[in-house]
């Protein structure tokens, strides 16, 4: 084996090498961030199904509590402000006290979750308020709370107009008669105690059920990912490996055919040979540079441009090629636009975008390039490169899917033009490896794609 032969080896080697390399790292980081992308959707949907089951049960429980507390207010209004212990317990209620049997229950029918013991383990307060004047306090059924403090409560709720809630452990009503308003209290201390400890209890248990299935969906998310990033990694390696394969037969072609033209002179034949050539070398051209970017391989040599100028000298040869198919460029540039940037992939996005428009603008429209800068505040810019033109009519559908790869909104015209509907989604590519972002906006029968860099 030849120095050359064996240098040539090693080299193929190495490219190889450094491919896979990077083929792996884009893999691998493409598993990341779709087990992450699975991960937030799966416990996402988790939290809100948790959410709406607790505070459902909840509000449930707590509408419980409140549906209680009122059954044993409306108890008491129904006495006159007074639980009756007769009517309670019936006529023979003395009778049937001294042998603690068959207490009558007919009387608490009415009153939802009051039973023959309510009377006994009810603990209650009552004032009455005449024009916001005490008229009379009674906090004989109550411990916890003097005549002084009942008073004050009845008055804040009475300048208020509250006649039906809570306050601090106690759930009110007022009763108004004969210009009189009562305000009833009843004590509801141990059903509000048992209410939060339960919504404590369901919260915390919740967050455990929660962390319980972070972790099943964690563990699991690697085999549900796999077969989506091994599917991933193929079609790069593909696209890659075709594309390479794809340029040394049409080098081939092009050489052979230059000699055929030496030999017996150009044609219509050969020239349409080279033109198919130059396009399957391009579209390959574009497929390994979006692979690579896929890879995070470009290779962008980031400098200071000036914008201005690189978008002056890529747009002007296009003014003879609009002039050549029945079109007309116009062009606005402001100064002293400067980007941190890869000049030659500014150029590529110019280009793409011109030859797009030229390809696709209405017959004897004017194409319409603009460069301007524009400001985030706080000191901080961007540039916009803007393309516009007029169509013969507008894709139908979502605009944005014009930045997909081999998307063509109209695969007739398409084929006619020659396009491939790679150059859009190489001009995103570039686009967002620069921090920024490409974008397509349509109205009437005008279309502008917009680059901000």
């Known amino acids: 084996m030849s120095v050359r032969a064996w240098w040539k080896h090693v080299t193929e080697r190495f490219r190889a090498t450094f491919r896979s ?29 948790l959410t709406l089951i607790i505070a459902g049960i909840n509000v449930v429980n707590y509408s419980h509590v409140c549906k209680m507390a009122d059954a044993r207010l409306d108890y008491i209004l129904a006495g006159k402000g007074g639980i009756d212990w007769t009517e309670a317990l019936g006529d023979d209620s003395a009778g049937d006290m001294d042998d603690g049997f068959d207490v009558p229950a007919k009387s608490f029918k009415r009153f939802e979750g009051t039973t023959a013991e309510s009377p006994f383990d009810t603990r209650y307060f009552k004032v009455t308020l005449f024009d916001g004047q ?21 008055k804040k709720l009475y300048s208020k107009g509250s006649t039906l809630g809570f306050v601090s ?40 059920g929660w962390l319980a299935v972070l972790a099943i969906v964690a563990g699991a998310s690697g085999a549900v990912i796999r077969p989506m990033v091994e599917s991933y990694s193929k079609q790069k390696r593909f696209i890659t490996d075709a594309s390479h394969e794809i340029k040394t037969p049409l080098a081939v072609i092009d050489a052979a055919n230059e000699v055929q033209e ?140 014009l930045f997909d790869r081999f998307y063509r909104a109209d695969v007739s015209r398409s084929s006619k033009t020659g396009g491939s509907g790679v150059g859009l989604s190489v001009v995103r590519a570039i686009a967002e490896a620069h921090g ?18």
């Open 436 to 453: 920024g972002s490409a974008s397509v906006c349509g109205s009437g029968n005008q279309i502008t794609f917009t680059v901000r860099l």
């Open 169 to 208: 452990n106690y759930r009110y009503c007022a009763f108004m008669q004969n210009g009189e308003t009562t305000y009833v209290f009843v004590d509801c201390s141990r059903e509000l105690a048992s209410f939060h400890s339960f919504l404590s209890a369901s919260v915390a248990i919740s967050c455990i």
């Open 262 to 401: 030496i030999e017996s002179g150009e044609s219509e034949w050969t020239q349409s040979i080279h033109e198919q050539v130059a396009r399957l070398t391009a579209l390959t051209e574009r497929l390994v540079f979006l692979a690579r970017m896929d890879e995070g391989s470009a290779g962008f040599t980031m400098a200071s441009i000036d914008l201005a100028e690189a978008v002056d000298k890529a747009a002007a040869p296009f003014k003879s090629v609009a002039v050549s198919r029945g079109k007309h460029l116009s062009i606005s540039i402001a100064d002293g636009v400067r980007v941190h940037a890869d000049a030659a992939a500014v150029t590529q996005v110019v280009e793409l975008l011109l030859d797009n428009a030229a390809r696709y603008a209405s017959e004897g429209s004017v194409i319409e390039l603009s460069l301007r800068a524009v400001s985030h505040g706080k000191g901080k810019g961007a540039a916009e490169l803007i393309v516009s033109n007029a169509v013969d009519e507008l894709p139908e559908g979502d605009l944005d899917r």
């Open 21 to 49: 390399a990077g083929r792996a790292n884009s893999a691998d980081a493409l598993g990341r961030r779709l087990r992450r992308k699975f991960i937030l959707v799966a416990m996402g949907a988790v939290t809100v199904v």
């Open 134 to 154: 005490s008229v009379s306090i009674d906090t004989t059924c109550i411990a916890a709370i003097g005549p002084k403090r009942a008073l004050h409560i009845a």
